[in-house]
């Protein structure tokens, strides 16, 4: 069992949805992260909170918005997405902050979205 | 950046066979981890390795940092353990840089 809990498992929204996935650790971790996963490919780095702050954007689009709410919760709003956005969505989390990323990095389950 | 290299890129075993998988890259880290994706996406931490030897059950991995290669050993596998294994390093920046992957089928 994953001890980084992701939700939903699966979504579909149409290019004028919004939607939100969200994702959940009770490991006491101070860095959380998304990745977006295409099939057959490598996880990609999207965003990385670091005690709660923003502190990394790697070149996302705007439609898409993170959201750190507090240090165990991170949401991902989604907003007139495309379909080339369809892809596994993976939360992770790993200890010490930012540069706890020299720790194990844990992954939820992911969201499989599916944009229509 | 780093580059990384896995290798073989696909792999086919009988159950109960051993293989070596292999994660080469480009410069010095500081930050090496396996991971197993299963067929169902989930992706669970293997082994967070930027030196040594570890061991957890049929599986192990040895990294020589200072020869930048990092090797993954799977002992009598078993049907469970196909999907694709990731290697992953990361060096001064923050980011880990994955690998394409090895893609791993048992057949029973």
């Known amino acids: 069992d994953t001890e980084v809990t992701q939700t939903p498992k699966h979504l579909v929204m149409g290019m004028t949805n919004k939607k939100s996935l969200k994702c959940e650790q009770h490991m006491g971790h101070r860095a959380m992260y998304w990745y977006k996963q295409k099939a057959k490919k490598p996880p990609e780095l999207m965003f990385v909170y670091s005690y709660e702050k923003l502190s990394i954007n790697e070149s996302v689009p705007s439609r898409f918005s993170p959201e750190c709410p507090n240090s165990s919760l991170l949401n991902l709003h989604l907003h007139a997405l495309q379909p080339e956005d369809s892809a596994l969505y993976l939360c992770?989390?790993?200890?010490?902050?930012?540069?706890?990323?020299?720790?194990?990095?844990?992954f939820g389950n992911g969201t499989r979205l599916t944009v229509t | 950046g780093i580059q990384v290299e896995q290798s073989p890129p696909d792999l086919i075993l009988q159950e109960g066979a051993n293989s070596t998988l292999r994660c080469n890259f480009s410069?010095?880290?500081?930050?090496l981890q396996w991971f197993h994706q299963n067929p169902w996406g989930q992706l669970i931490n293997l082994f967070y390795i930027p030196s040594g030897t570890k061991q957890n059950g049929r599986l192990s991995a040895t990294t020589v940092a200072t020869e930048r290669y990092s090797l993954l050993y799977i002992s009598s596998s078993q049907t469970t353990d196909s999907g694709v294994y990731f290697c992953a390093v990361g060096g001064s920046s923050y980011k880990l840089i994955f690998g394409s992957g090895t893609r791993l089928l048992v057949r029973p």
């Open positions: 410069d010095s880290v500081n930050n």
């Open positions: 992770a989390s790993s200890q010490g902050g930012i540069l706890g990323v020299r720790s194990p990095l844990h």
